[in-house]
């Protein structure tokens, strides 16, 4: 009797392609971490301002507002509770304390720094707003 063979590859054969897949996967995830994270971040500055801005607009037009750094999030509280923004933070960041900005109804706006502490490798932050009117803030990595 003959061996009937058929065209399929060995157990060994399938090893060593799982094998060389599983290392290429594996050298290939922590600069997609690192990028996803960068992302995220740029995501998150991104809002910021565009919160910042809505904050500004409404604190000129109507009454005061105030910026609040939590633990989880920022929230920028403008008027009524509904219209308040929440922004989480990128999960790489964290602020050091709680930290509170009061933007008056003259346009003016408590200076002081918010520090972002990064919880990974990576910079952090510091945010410094401006004294004076038109509500300016700078980004500083630390």
């Known amino acids: 009797m003959k061996n009937k063979r058929y065209g399929a590859f060995s157990l060994v054969e399938m090893l060593v ?3 060389i897949t599983a290392a290429l996967i594996l050298l290939g995830f922590p600069p997609a971490r690192q990028t996803w ?5 740029r995501i998150f500055w991104h809002r910021f301002d565009t919160e910042w801005d809505r904050t500004v607009q409404y604190m000129t037009a109507n009454k005061s507002a105030r910026l609040c750094f939590y633990r989880d999030e920022v929230v920028f509280m ?3 509770r509904n219209s308040w923004g929440h922004l989480p933070y990128p999960h790489r960041l964290r602020p050091r304390t709680y930290y509170e900005i ?3 109804a003259t346009g003016n706006v408590m200076p002081q720094s918010v520090y ?3 919880r990974q490798p990576g910079p952090g932050y510091r945010v410094a707003f401006q004294l004076g009117v ?3 803030y ?3 990595q630390t």
């Open 116 to 118: 972002l502490d990064a």
């Open 78 to 80: 403008r008027g009524e």
């Open 17 to 19: 392609v799982l094998a």
């Open 138 to 140: 700078a980004i500083y």
């Open 37 to 41: 994270q960068s992302t995220q971040e």
């Open 102 to 104: 009061k933007l008056t």
């Open 134 to 136: 038109g509500g300016r």
